[in-house]
């Protein structure tokens, strides 16, 4: 039977890939602990790793499975940030992702974000539970008439363009390739990038993290913000520059900011770090911000992605492993 060792995995991965395993011809052995070039002699006896966000896939850790007999990499995610694309190819590894498991997942976790940040819903939940009915401190701000910036208009910033919509939202868009039709079936104006920026009370970015892309929010692009504006971040946390994002929400110019991803994610979240002391100083100045809402990573979690992530990992690796080609559209 193929074996494939899963790295950096959480009951509710186990839980969606265990019934796809038997049925494919797959022995699946699941880590809890992520994948690196300290981890990947672990590998050994697999045909195949599959992985997830935080492991990281440079070219020591892809020589090292590369030398245990992996001959593929399966990413159970859409990004591929954190693997060394050149390193696998050289090393002969084959690489294949989740493009598209549920962008509504993530488009609709971006927009409850946003609505819990600036209804402040979470502060009201945390009040009531302690029979505190005041309602100072909670006041938002109507969405409708309000011009949201979608950085970014793939599968899922399309998506969360069109929610907004729904709020009788305006709607603004950057993306170096514009769908005008789409644009101009829902009402949709493209800019350039430092346009939006000046023009949006609501940022969001749906654009994927490259070395172009690289702290996209940084010191110079957060000062075009109008102040009192909403930056929202569910795509990559090295789009923005963290030092220089504390550094404006201590100005007090930006109105709110929700993340859902971190530029220091790794062994942080995923995590139960309840009862340790938080070592990263950026995060737990973030965490401080009574207008700045955090959430670990969890835009992509609902059932409907989990079983479409494990259907075409499992489909990936099963025609991996049978040495043909894998899903259309799925290799890298
Ligand atoms: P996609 O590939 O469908 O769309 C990305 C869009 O970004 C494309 O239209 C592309 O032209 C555009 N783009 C590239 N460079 C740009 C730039 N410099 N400025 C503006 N736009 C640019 O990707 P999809 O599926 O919409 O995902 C977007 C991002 O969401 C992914 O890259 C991934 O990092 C993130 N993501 C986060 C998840 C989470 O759980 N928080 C889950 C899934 C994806």
Redesign the pocket.
């Known amino acids: 039977m193929t074996t494939i060792a899963f790295f950096d995995t959480k009951s509710y991965d186990r839980e969606h890939f265990e019934p796809a395993a038997a049925p494919a011809g797959l022995s699946y052995q699941f880590h809890e602990f992520r994948l690196s070039v300290q981890t990947a002699a672990l590998a050994r006896g697999a045909t195949a790793v599959c992985v997830f966000v935080n492991d990281r896939l440079d070219r020591p850790c892809l020589a090292a499975l590369a030398e245990v007999g992996v001959r593929h990499v399966a990413l159970r995610?859409?990004?591929f940030?954190n693997v060394d694309l050149a390193a696998a190819r050289e090393l002969g590894l084959a690489v294949t992702r989740v493009?598209?498991?549920s962008?509504h997942?993530?488009a609709e976790?971006t927009v409850g974000l946003l609505l819990t940040l600036n209804r402040r819903i979470h502060r009201a939940y945390n009040r009531v539970r302690e029979h505190n009915f005041s309602l100072g401190g909670l006041v938002g701000f109507d969405l409708c008439g309000r011009t949201v910036g979608i950085?970014?208009?793939?599968?899922?910033?399309?998506i969360v363009a069109q929610i907004f919509r729904g709020f009788e939202a305006q709607v603004v868009a950057?993306?170096?390739?514009p769908?005008t039709a789409w644009a101009q079936a829902h009402g949709v104006e493209y800019l350039a990038?430092d346009a939006l920026l000046a023009r949006s009370d609501i940022v969001s970015l749906?654009?994927?993290?490259?070395p172009?892309?690289h702290h996209?929010l940084n010191a110079r692009s957060l000062a075009l913000l109008k102040p009192g504006a909403h930056v929202v971040n569910?795509?990559?946390g090295k789009l923005i520059d963290t030092a220089a994002l504390i550094a404006a929400l201590k100005t007090g110019r930006l109105g709110g900011v929700a993340l859902?991803?971190y530029e220091e994610e790794e062994g942080v979240f995923f995590e139960d770090l309840s009862g340790e002391v938080l070592q990263d100083d950026e995060l737990s100045r973030l965490l401080t911000f009574p207008n700045v809402l955090v959430t670990a990573?969890?835009?992509?979690?609902t059932h409907d992605a989990l079983a479409e992530i494990a259907r075409v990992t499992t489909e990936n690796i099963a025609r991996c492993a049978r040495t043909e080609a894998p899903l259309a559209g799925t290799a890298l």
């Open positions: 995610c859409a990004g940030n493009p598209a498991y962008p997942a993530v976790h950085v970014g208009t793939g599968k899922i910033g399309r950057h993306d170096p390739y769908n990038l749906h654009l994927p993290l490259t172009e892309t996209l569910t795509s990559r859902d991803v990573h969890q835009a992509f979690l």
